[in-house]
């Protein structure tokens, strides 16, 4: 049994004439401990999995499976680190991190929820900006204090949804390293969904593509045969690191080829007139 499984999902949204089937049979194991990044286009329907995964959404059919037992409703054991922040927009920093942290430890003292939040606030260099609201901070900040948040919940599942993609080259390889901390110290598993081909490679032991849809499936996965802890300035002259990352561009080319070729084809439009139509 696989730590998580998605076997035979789809998933589609509305009914009838306005049914959008946006995922397509994705079978998915990932073993506990491991680190998977799923890269896609603008559109796929990464945030459709993530939300399947999560719990806020149902597949239209096949199931998702976590530690063995169907997936119905979000749960602290996975934290989610999605790409639109959703901060309470009337707390401090400190405060939104602080909800969250006595929601997952309820039964710990202040102090010690007051200590959690203060050193993931610092993780993330926002310890400044502690008593600010969202509305004072940049969007790169926010993400930032998104990160925080859901880190300090302890999630033994850490998923994100493009979470690092709002932020500059800098923080961005700060967020990453410091995740890639806590996933080795604490032996998490991570799901990682991306655009980014590199912070795939940088961070994942397996990337698996996710063909455009409609219908969007998951394609042939890559494994990243590149020892940890992994050094980026180092990277660039692993000839492993060379090969895979030629090999996961040169087949989303080829898919975004296909998605291309199947967007220009042409529709005629039929040939009639309003009945009504008064010039
Ligand atoms: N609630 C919904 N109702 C109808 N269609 C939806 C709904 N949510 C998403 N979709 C459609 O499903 C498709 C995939 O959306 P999704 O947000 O999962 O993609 P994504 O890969 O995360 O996109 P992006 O990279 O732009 O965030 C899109 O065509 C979108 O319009």
Do not use: C
Not at 185 to 204: C, S, W
């Amino acid at each position: 049994m696989a730590y998580l499984e998605l076997n035979n999902v789809y998933k589609s949204y509305g009914e009838g004439d306005n049914r959008t089937d946006v995922l397509s049979n994705i079978n998915l194991s990932i073993e506990e401990g491991e680190f998977v990044a799923i890269v896609g286009f603008t559109g796929s329907g990464k945030t459709t999995l993530v939300n399947l995964i999560n719990g806020l959404l149902k597949p239209t059919s096949g199931e998702v499976l976590f530690k063995g037992e169907p997936v119905v409703d979000t749960s602290h054991e996975r934290g989610v680190i999605f790409q639109n922040y959703s901060l309470l927009p009337w707390l401090t920093v400190g405060q939104n991190v602080y909800m969250a942290v006595k929601e997952a430890f309820p039964k710990e003292k202040k102090a010690f929820l007051m200590k959690r939040v203060k050193d993931y606030v610092g993780m993330v260099s926002l310890t400044p900006a502690i008593n600010k609201r969202p509305k004072e901070l940049s969007g790169g900040m926010r993400q930032r204090v998104a990160v925080a948040r859901a880190l300090a919940m302890n999630p033994e599942m850490i998923i994100m949804d493009e979470p690092l993609g709002a932020l500059d080259a800098l923080t961005r390889g700060n967020l990453q390293d410091e995740i890639l901390n806590i996933w080795s110290q604490d032996k998490r598993t991570a799901l990682l969904i991306t655009n980014d081909v590199d912070e795939g490679i940088y961070m994942a032991d397996r990337i698996i593509p996710l063909k455009p849809g409609p219908n969007a499936t998951l394609g042939p996965e890559f494994k990243i045969d590149i020892e940890r802890p992994r050094d980026k300035t180092a990277m660039n002259d692993n000839p492993n690191f060379k090969k895979t990352r030629n090999a996961i561009i040169e087949y989303l080319m080829d898919i975004g080829e296909a998605r291309k070729s199947v967007s220009n084809e042409i529709y005629e439009l039929p040939d009639i007139a309003p009945k009504s139509f008064v010039a």
